[in-house]
């Protein structure tokens, strides 16, 4: 069996990693996803401009991939639009509860190897294997 390397998720990781780096470096500031969109509701001491573009630059770069030849990965059949909302209020109940998110935690935490961010990435990754095994097994 011949291994083949995933060249888009190892250049999209080489891109989070870089941009992350980068607002981290020039910008002093985590590039944690809920952090950021949670300033542009609050926001204080002008910090929005950055956060705007930076949220404009993830809505951009997903619609600009596939015309640069990149795949993106088969959306997943939305059964109902209410439990879409469900998911998206408890994802963001959580990551208020444990100050931060994913890209926040397990990118830029874990790089900066921050234990908080270890012990909320091990916790995150339990959970989703918890949510897969109910999901799959028993119901």
Known sequence: ?????????LFGGVLLG????LLLLLNGRIA???GI???LLKPENGEVLWRVL???GMVFSALLAPKLGFELPQSLPV????WVGIAGLLVGI????????TSGHGICGMGRLSGRSI???CVFMAVAVATVFVRLHLL
């Open 94 to 101: 959580g990551t208020k509860i444990g100050n931060g998110c």
């Open 37 to 39: 969109v949670s300033g």
């Open 18 to 21: 870089l941009s992350a780096s």
């Open 32 to 34: 944690g996803i809920s």
């Open 1 to 9: 069996m011949e291994f083949e390397i995933p060249w888009d998720a």
């Open 119 to 121: 012990v909320a990435t």
């Open 54 to 56: 930076f949220v404009i």
């Open 79 to 82: 059964s109902s639009f209410f």
